[in-house]
């Protein structure tokens, strides 16, 4: 099943939204800050290509700068 993600425009719509969400028994969370940049993190890292590295010269190189 897919689901939503809302983010309301104004903070008092917050309590409204979930007490409809509530009334209509849907399931939902409240995501924290952290929570919501962990999301962007991971959808980055899935965009990434696996394939594409750094030689382990160019890593070392930059470790060995003072």
């Given at each position: 099943?897919?689901?939503l993600l809302i983010t309301p425009?104004?903070?008092?719509?917050?309590?409204l939204?979930?007490?409809?969400?509530?009334?209509?028994n849907?399931?939902?969370r409240v995501?924290s800050?952290?929570?919501?940049?962990d999301?962007g993190?991971?959808?980055?890292?899935?965009?990434?290509?696996?394939?594409?590295?750094?030689?382990?010269?160019?890593?070392m190189?930059i470790?060995?700068r003072?």
């Amino acid at each position: 099943m897919e689901s939503l993600l809302i983010t309301p425009a104004r903070e008092e719509d917050m309590g409204l939204i979930q007490r409809l969400l509530e009334r209509i028994n849907a399931r939902f969370r409240v995501l924290s800050e952290d929570e919501k940049e962990d999301i962007g993190l991971l959808a980055l890292i899935a965009e990434g290509d696996p394939k594409d590295t750094v030689p382990e010269e160019e890593v070392m190189k930059i470790l060995r700068r003072p």
